[in-house]
């Protein structure tokens, strides 16, 4: 699939409407029955509109399925923080990032993966895969550059390989917490996790430990 051949977004109100419904339908049928095993004609009955309905909207099923996860991208991009006091306070912000992080990750634990499944084995997923990822790099980077800027991180870092490390760090634990059901207390996770990024760009990190009230 290319930007040249997928399909417009629609314009109306109720073209909107009637391509989300199928998005949120493909959602619940790739995690019921995995990528390989969805079928359109599941999607279609799951959003309570035909097969023809499905091809004004998408071209196939890979398409619905980026759909989906570009969608799982935005949430996990923009998580909703909780309020962080003192806004200055880097570390302060670095765990509520991270804290938001995990819960959305937890959320989708099944799209994310799906994603690595598929990606293994479909070349345009893995390009999808590799682009969703640049993206929380760069997103990342810039949040590293900016502390640098203001003299609260290590100036001599790279910032976009200091991303790099850090994001993959993240992700990866994360998969491993809620993929592969790895027991591990939240807090401590996001405790741990928040601490090696501080320690990671010299950041000053004086973090209390919430009690823990979850195992993942």
């Given at each position: 699939?290319?930007e040249?051949t997928?399909?417009?977004p629609p314009v109306?109100?109720?073209?909107?409407?009637?391509?989300?419904?199928l998005?949120?339908?493909?959602?619940?049928?790739?995690?019921?029955?995995?990528?390989l095993?969805a079928?359109?004609?599941?999607?279609?009955a799951?959003?309570?509109?035909?097969t023809?309905?499905?091809?004004?909207y998408?071209?196939?099923?890979?398409?619905?399925?980026?759909?989906?996860?570009?969608?799982?991208?935005?949430?996990?991009?923009h998580?909703?923080?909780?309020?962080?006091?003192?806004?200055?306070?880097?570390?302060a912000?670095?765990?509520?990032?991270?804290?938001?992080?995990?819960e959305?990750?937890?959320?989708?634990?099944?799209?994310?993966?799906?994603?690595?499944?598929?990606?293994?084995?479909d070349?345009?997923?893995?390009?999808?895969?590799?682009?969703?990822?640049?993206?929380?790099?760069e997103r990342?980077?810039?949040?590293?550059?900016d502390?640098?800027?203001?003299?609260?991180?290590?100036?001599?870092l790279?910032?976009?390989?200091?991303?790099r490390?850090?994001?993959?760090m993240?992700?990866?634990?994360?998969?491993?917490?809620?993929?592969?059901?790895?027991?591990?207390d939240?807090?401590?996770?996001?405790?741990?996790?928040?601490?090696?990024?501080?320690?990671?760009?010299?950041?000053?990190?004086?973090?209390s430990?919430?009690?823990?009230?979850?195992?993942?």
């Amino acid at each position: 699939m290319t930007e040249a051949t997928a399909r417009r977004p629609p314009v109306t109100r109720r073209g909107i409407r009637t391509r989300q419904a199928l998005v949120d339908a493909a959602r619940v049928i790739f995690e019921r029955d995995g990528y390989l095993a969805a079928r359109l004609t599941d999607i279609t009955a799951e959003a309570s509109c035909s097969t023809g309905t499905f091809y004004t909207y998408f071209n196939d099923k890979e398409e619905i399925f980026a759909a989906v996860m570009e969608a799982t991208k935005n949430e996990m991009l923009h998580p909703g923080m909780e309020h962080v006091d003192g806004v200055d306070d880097p570390a302060a912000i670095i765990e509520a990032s991270n804290r938001a992080y995990f819960e959305s990750y937890r959320r989708n634990a099944k799209l994310m993966q799906l994603l690595e499944e598929v990606a293994n084995i479909d070349p345009n997923v893995r390009e999808l895969r590799q682009a969703r990822s640049r993206v929380f790099i760069e997103r990342n980077a810039s949040g590293i550059k900016d502390l640098q800027a203001r003299g609260l991180a290590d100036p001599d870092l790279d910032s976009v390989m200091a991303s790099r490390a850090l994001s993959g760090m993240t992700s990866r634990i994360a998969f491993s917490t809620f993929v592969l059901n790895e027991r591990v207390d939240f807090e401590e996770l996001v405790y741990t996790t928040t601490r090696l990024w501080c320690n990671g760009l010299h950041i000053e990190h004086h973090p209390s430990r919430r009690e823990a009230t979850d195992k993942s």
